[in-house]
């Protein structure tokens, strides 16, 4: 399996900003779309945001105008920049290596980084 690694997970205040990274292995990032989700304590992981090969991107109601998924091909590596946080985005942050359907939506496949926590108070 490829390999993922997520990092720039922290603890912020309401309003402020954090950017999360995902590195991949070379064949991961290549061969596949990435995604974010998130889980919080005691609910489901859910999805975030996805960028295909080629740029194309996917987001979540619950983010869309405060988080901007991106990547850079040439480090292998796709950032999640996310603003306005607030406290109900406090969950641990995994990156996925997955791809998109043909109508549009990202679908995970089973490679996960170990997670990285953001925490947002009040």
């Known amino acids: 399996q490829g390999q993922l690694v997520e990092s720039g997970g922290g603890s912020v205040q309401a309003g402020e900003s954090l950017r999360l990274s995902c590195a991949a292995s070379?064949?991961?990032?290549?061969?596949?779309?990435i995604g974010w989700y998130r889980q919080a304590p005691g609910k489901q992981r859910e999805f975030i945001a996805g960028i295909s090969r080629d740029g194309i991107t996917k987001y979540a109601d619950s983010v869309k105008g405060r988080f901007t998924i991106s990547r850079d091909n040439a480090k292998n590596t796709v950032y999640l920049q996310m603003t306005r946080l607030t406290p109900e985005d406090t969950a641990v942050y995994y990156c996925?290596?997955?791809?998109?359907?043909?109508?549009?939506?990202?679908?995970?496949?089973?490679?996960w980084g170990q997670g990285t926590q953001v925490t947002v108070s009040s």
């Open positions: 070379g064949s991961t990032f290549s061969t596949n779309a």
């Open positions: 996925n290596g997955g791809g998109f359907n043909s109508g549009g939506y990202y679908y995970s496949r089973n490679y």
